[in-house]
């Protein structure tokens, strides 16, 4: 490792890959015309190497691959020691619950992800609907983490319908991608803030930490995810990271927030959000650092690794 050798090692629980090979591992047939930026397997595990970046969650991007966890698998089977693979599943699958339990005996899985298929759809059922629930059933049987995104127009309601989840399922650890703040595209974030009438994405009057948000430190087993996007989100409202971290781990804790980069979804370079995550938690003591840089994820998907 180079310069980073003896930097805080950090679990890098969100990182998406993308194949170079299209042939191999194509695109879900919606997505066949997108145009990304291959980010791939053997990219990540150099620039993890490059960071010390001891271990990593492979996370399925389901806006490109839909539910054709092949390229995640495949990439987090060539190191399992340091490559956990998430999933994510079609719930209206009536096999889903048995695929999952496949994967997780077989592929080494460490977790499901869920995510809002559409941005209009204005009800809970992706996170609640009698199909999910058997997800969420098997998921805790297999003692695996469960992952979602939650966009911001629907958080008033899909925020309490979790809390209720994460009653049901004292036991699973759930993580909310992004910390669960408002957030938004930051190419589409730096265009809004030229025009007049702009409201910041994060300010700090209430460091986007919503009444809804609060509810959930009453469930020990909800954890936050501090991601590449809500280091853009920060530095485009021009609000110290540092700062930032500082108060949300004083509303929730810090042995409850994780560190994800989001590359292959966020621009790169990996060192910038790496660099980035470590520069945030100055604000931290350093046993507070250390939870949220390693401690936290290990202890969630640590057991996952080479299963």
């Avoid at 496949?102 to 592929?107: F, M, Y």
């Avoid at 945030?280 to 350093?286: N, Q, V």
Wanted: hydrophobic share 40%; proline share 6%; aromatic share 8%.
């Amino acid at each position: 490792m180079t310069g980073h050798a003896h930097a805080l090692p950090i679990f890098d629980t969100h990182a998406h890959v993308l194949s170079d090979d299209r042939q191999a591992y194509p695109p879900a047939k919606e997505h066949q015309g997108a145009e990304v930026e291959p980010f791939t397997g053997e990219q990540l595990l150099a620039a993890m190497d490059e960071t010390n970046v001891a271990k990593a969650c492979v996370v399925q991007r389901y806006f490109f691959y839909g539910t054709d966890n092949s390229y995640a698998l495949d990439t987090a089977a060539t190191n399992p020691d340091r490559l956990v693979p998430v999933v994510m599943l079609d719930s209206h699958d009536p096999d889903a619950p048995e695929l999952l339990r496949r994967l997780v005996e077989t592929r080494s899985v460490g977790g499901i992800r869920f995510s809002r298929p559409t941005f209009d759809t204005d009800d809970t059922g992706w996170l609640n609907s009698p199909r999910v629930m058997r997800l969420w059933e098997r998921a805790a049987e297999l003692g695996i983490a469960v992952a979602m995104i939650m966009f911001e127009p629907h958080q008033s309601y899909n925020l309490p319908a979790l809390k209720l989840l994460a009653e049901e399922f004292p036991e699973t650890p759930i993580l909310i991608d992004h910390l669960g703040i408002r957030q938004g595209a930051i190419a589409s974030v730096r265009r809004q803030r030229t025009e007049p009438g702009y409201v910041p994405y994060i300010s700090t009057d209430d460091f986007g930490i919503t009444d809804a948000l609060r509810e959930l430190r009453s469930c020990s087993n909800v954890h936050y995810k501090f991601t590449g996007i809500n280091l853009g989100c920060l530095v485009a409202d021009s609000i110290d990271p540092a700062e930032f971290l500082r108060r949300f781990a004083d509303e929730f804790g810090a042995d409850r927030v994780v560190c994800g980069t989001d590359i292959g979804q966020t621009e790169g370079p990996y060192s910038r959000l790496v660099d980035g995550f470590r520069q945030a938690m100055s604000g931290l003591t350093p046993a507070e650092a250390e939870l949220v840089s390693f401690g936290n994820a290990e202890r969630i998907y640590g057991r996952s690794a080479g299963r």
